[in-house]
């Protein structure tokens, strides 16, 4: 059984950091290519970064320099690094994991950015 299992939301201020953790558990990690996607009231869940299992990775436009996505092999955990938070930051983040043998989503972790 497949579960990936996000942890680190929270309540911040702007401005400042959060670090959001997914642990995978029934899945081969390294071969997948894993991501954050976001998605805050009335709007469409969005990318907001990836890494492949190669390790690339790639950014939305909007948290470039703010974020950093990484991962651990050793202990099947992806992770984002979110510094310098903005209110338009406050989603609920999911944990996503790709492969061509199939595609699983994490229950989402909720992100407040608020004073």
């Known amino acids: 059984q497949v579960q990936l299992v996000e942890s680190g939301g929270g309540l911040v201020q702007p401005g400042g950091s959060l670090r959001l953790s997914c642990a995978a558990s029934g899945i081969i990690f390294r071969l997948y290519t894993m991501a954050w996607y976001r998605q805050a009231p009335r709007k469409q869940r969005e990318l907001v970064a990836a890494i492949t299992s190669g390790g690339s990775t790639n950014y939305t436009d909007s948290v470039k320099g703010r974020f950093t996505i990484s991962r651990d092999n050793a202990k099947n955990t992806v992770y984002l690094q979110m510094n310098s938070l903005k209110p338009e930051d406050t989603a609920v983040y999911y944990c996503?994991?790709?492969?061509?043998?199939?595609?699983?989503w994490g229950q989402g972790t909720q992100v407040t950015v608020s004073s």
């Open positions: 996503r994991a790709r492969a061509t043998v199939g595609r699983y």
